[in-house]
């Protein structure tokens, strides 16, 4: 097949952020696939118009838009806005078999619906988050034109494409909810890079760089720093868990609309460069240390339940991949799982003392960190192998082709 892939935040691991979409374009290759992915290059800088590159056998298309977390609502709309209508152009011109459309934001299904009409071919379409539910819920989308004009766009993308993937399985009942057939359903979750993360790194610990942190126990956060996220959370569990045991160090790892915040909160509690450490965000591949130092790590929500109840973090699967705890503070689809196998924590969101409580009593208890990693191993090797997901969704975009267009 040549397949055209819309992804407006596409990742390479030399880059910070999920990869999701890079790994299972890559294993497309492999397959004997011909993959053209069309994306945004979101760094500043003097370039303007598209450039491509080859990442893995991947043709990039890259259009410069810049983005990032701390951007506000109305000018991340606008970078959607006019990532869509460039792409739909760009994605049209270069022909193909299947148009492969993976959200968010949603407005990427405008270019996959223009490209698949254009050339009359079969658009699958994959739901990373509930979009446009998440955004209204958080207040992101309030006038009731746009409203009805995102959840229109969510129908339509839904009843226009041949076949709909969804990453958990909470989304595909929501999906089937709104009136698409569960034969035109597959969930196919975000999956765990056991080739990235598995092995220890051959470079220095950070246990060994810094000195604050040497045998300590550390609790980790690699993320955005975003509204929902609620890192804020961590700061105060951080000052329960001092009460109980000073010498445990949190570290959080990521950029987002929140960090400044979040620093000014662990400064003004006194735990800032103590017991509380921040580092900007990094590439995967450097990320490898830090998460095969970490004794937690940490999956953080906040706000309405829509927000996480199916949450697919891909600090989730990179923790399993890495053989470590997973503490939740929600009680969605992926921290049922980590707990349900021996490998997480449901912490409480709201009382910080139970939590705290919680949370050392599990640093303390040596048989379960022992008996974590083959667990998570496991679990990941089953359920979540990067490899065994991609065939999946080689088979569902063959059969979407071998539909009539």
């Known amino acids: 097949m040549r397949v055209v892939y819309l992804h407006q935040y596409f990742n390479t691991p030399s880059m910070a952020g999920g990869t999701r979409s890079y790994e299972m374009a890559r294993r497309l290759v492999a397959a004997g696939h011909e993959v053209d992915l069309v994306t945004t290059w979101r760094e500043p800088g003097a370039r303007r118009d598209w450039f491509t590159t080859e990442e893995a056998g991947i043709r990039v298309h890259w259009l410069p838009v810049p983005y990032s977390n701390s951007m506000s609502y109305r000018e991340r ?15 049209a011109s270069l022909g193909g078999d ?31 988050d509930m979009w446009p539910a998440v955004p209204i819920a958080i207040g992101a989308i309030r006038n009731p034109l746009l409203v009805w004009a995102a959840r229109s766009l969510e129908r339509f993308t839904y009843r226009y494409s041949k076949h709909v993937v969804a990453l958990a399985p909470g989304m595909a009942d929501d999906i089937a909810a709104s009136g698409v057939p569960r034969e035109k359903l597959t969930v196919i979750p975000n999956g765990c890079d056991l080739d990235v993360f598995a092995a220890r790194p051959a470079i220095r610990s950070p246990r060994e760089e810094h ?15 975003g509204r929902a996220n609620g890192v804020g959370y961590l700061v105060r569990l951080a000052q329960e868990v001092g009460r109980l045991d000073g010498e445990v160090r949190f570290v959080v790892i990521g950029e987002g609309a929140e960090k400044d915040a979040i620093r000014e909160s662990a400064r003004t509690a006194g735990l800032l460069d103590r017991t509380f450490f921040m580092l900007d965000a990094m ?26 109840k199916d949450a697919v973090q891909n600090k989730f699967f990179d923790a399993l991949a890495a053989g470590k705890p997973i503490a939740n503070n929600f009680d969605g689809w992926q921290s049922r799982v980590a707990r349900d196998a021996g490998v997480g924590l449901i912490l409480d969101p709201q009382d910080l003392a139970a939590a705290a409580r919680q949370l050392v009593d599990a640093l303390r208890d040596e048989p379960w960190l022992r008996a974590v990693p083959e667990r998570a191993r496991g679990l990941a090797q089953s359920q979540f192998e990067r490899g065994l997901l991609a065939s999946r969704l080689e088979r569902v975009l063959v059969a979407a082709v071998g539909q009539p267009a």
């Open 283 to 308: 590439p995967k591949r450097e990320l490898v240390g830090w998460l095969h130092a970490a004794d937690v790590i940490t999956a953080l929500f906040t706000g309405p339940r829509v927000i996480w």
């Open 98 to 128: 299947v148009v492969f459309a993976t959200s968010t934001p949603l407005t990427i299904a405008l270019p996959g619906i223009y490209a698949a009409w254009r050339g009359r071919i079969p658009l699958v379409f994959e739901v990373r």
């Open 211 to 225: 000195g604050w942190l040497g045998g300590r126990r550390l609790v980790l956060y690699a993320g955005a720093l």
């Open 77 to 91: 709309i606008l970078a959607f806005l006019r990532f869509a209508m460039e792409s739909a152009r760009k994605a």
